[in-house]
């Protein structure tokens, strides 16, 4: 995931939040390929899945 952000202007506070909601969505991305990765796993679609 990339995420640029250019001319931003705002608070320290304004700051936080971003970077908090920034970090939740990614949080939350990542679980959710975790899970999908996981169920296919368990489904036998990945049949060549390696654990690294």
């Given at each position: 995931m990339n995420i640029t952000i250019d001319k931003m202007s705002g608070?320290?506070?304004d700051l936080q939040r971003l970077g908090s909601t920034v970090s939740e969505a990614i949080r939350q991305t990542q679980m959710k390929l975790s899970t999908e990765l996981s169920q296919q796993v368990r489904s036998g679609i990945a049949a060549s899945?390696?654990?690294l």
């Open positions: 608070s320290e506070a899945y390696t654990r």
